[in-house]
């Protein structure tokens, strides 16, 4: 092989490479997510298959652009973040998910939405009025761990749970943690 010149710009990678390194990088943003692959498919509605999301994370297999961005978009993170970091960088991005989130809901439109899993949230949503002492109140915000629950009951993942939510017309607000702190 011949000498490389100090000037000249870093090798590149070999599709190869990029595609293991990709791979590496977002089993490492959905494991800190705290998701399995069976979890990103029922999240994304069968768009993503876990044998598939699994051989772009082995490096097997390629993903285009727009698939990576609709990706990041349901990790809640930017496509730039799913990149894999610069040699010898290691951290993965801190996502903006459901798992540092809170929903705030209108109890009158909950009260009045006719979808039939509303039986099932307002349950829930009432038994937490009663645990918080807000039996009077308009608006209550379910914690991350209340929209995991909910979420799994419903069967389908966190995000997906988050926007039929917002589609009834039930969100008043949506915060992350870090916009709290």
Do not use: W
Request: aromatic share 4%; charged share 35%; net charge negative.
């Amino acid at each position: 092989m011949p000498a490389r010149d100090e000037e000249t710009a870093p090798e590149e990678l070999s599709d190869a490479e990029f595609a293991a390194r990709l791979g590496a990088h977002l089993r490492n943003v959905r494991k800190q997510l705290g998701l399995s692959l069976n979890d990103v498919e029922r999240m994304t509605g069968g768009e993503y298959k876990a044998s598939v999301l699994g051989a772009y994370e082995r490096g097997e297999r390629a993903i285009s652009v727009p698939r990576l961005a609709r990706l990041a978009d349901c990790y809640g993170v930017t496509l730039e973040e799913l990149l894999p970091p610069e040699e010898g960088g290691l951290a993965a991005p801190r996502a903006q998910t459901s798992k540092d989130s809170s929903v705030t809901l209108n109890l009158r439109a909950l009260e009045l939405a006719l979808d039939a899993d509303i039986q099932i949230i307002d349950r829930y949503v009432n038994r937490i009025r009663l645990e918080r002492g807000a039996i009077d109140q308009d608006e209550i915000t379910i914690r991350r761990e209340d929209i995991r629950i909910l979420s799994a009951f419903l069967d389908m993942g966190e995000e997906e749970f988050i926007r039929r939510l917002s589609d009834l017309g039930l969100v008043v607000r949506r915060e992350n943690a870090d916009s709290r702190a």
